[in-house]
């Protein structure tokens, strides 16, 4: 037996008021509206069967999924390979082009294909469905919650969608506390939904410091 289906959460906001590209440098909570968001993409899933909360490592994803495991009675387990990227640019204010003015900046924008900033996307790629590989062959039957970020999430979209990891980050469709939804068809994962259940309260949201 394997799960049905496998949830891919966003964390929800951050409380990063300086406006800093926080990565993985450890302290960045959520938000008072980042914790309401966190409660409405749990709930927007209430009596669901729920078998298995995973949550990247860092603090705005462990929060993010308290939700989830006080709503459906069940521990967070700690996955660290949906963990978000590491980033050269990580505890700066990060803004292009303006980072074009740096020249030691210079050499970590020459290619945006891999990117040279950071974590290459086809690493990022491999180790989230590795990660979901195994999170989908442990349970029998029922919905498994992975809580993550931006950046990985979307990595998965793209892949089972057969598309380039290549993308502009601008235009990414990840919202803050949004849940990605994959099937297994045959050997391989495909998305069966998205829902953005915090929706409501993105207007007042500020989402900068992901990769």
Not at 120 to 125: R, T
Not at 185 to 209: C, H, K, M, T, W
Request: aromatic share 8%.
């Amino acid at each position: 037996m394997s799960a049905d289906l496998i949830r891919l959460v966003r964390h929800g906001e951050v409380h990063n008021p300086d406006g800093i590209l926080y990565g993985r440098i450890p302290g960045y909570h959520l938000s008072e509206l980042g914790h309401a968001m966190a409660e409405a993409a749990a709930a927007s899933l209430a009596g669901h069967p729920i078998a298995a909360v995973y949550a990247s490592p860092l603090q705005r994803a462990q929060e993010s999924a308290g939700p989830w495991a006080e709503r459906f009675g069940l521990p967070i387990s700690t996955e660290e390979r949906i963990i978000e990227p590491h980033n050269w640019f990580e505890g700066r204010k990060f803004e292009f082009p303006g980072a074009l003015k740096h020249p030691s900046a210079w050499p970590r924008l020459v290619n945006p294909l891999k990117p040279s900033w950071g974590e290459p996307y086809k690493n990022v790629e491999s180790r989230m469905l590795a990660a979901i590989e195994a999170a989908w062959a442990k349970p029998e039957g029922g919905e498994v919650v992975m809580v993550s970020h931006q950046m990985p999430i979307v990595m998965v979209a793209r892949s089972v969608k057969g598309m380039r990891l290549f993308h502009d980050p601008r235009n990414r469709r990840c919202t803050l506390s949004s849940i990605t939804t994959l099937a297994r068809q045959g050997d391989r994962f495909i998305e069966v939904d998205y829902q953005e259940p915090a929706g409501d309260l993105l207007a007042n949201s500020i989402d900068l410091g992901a990769v």
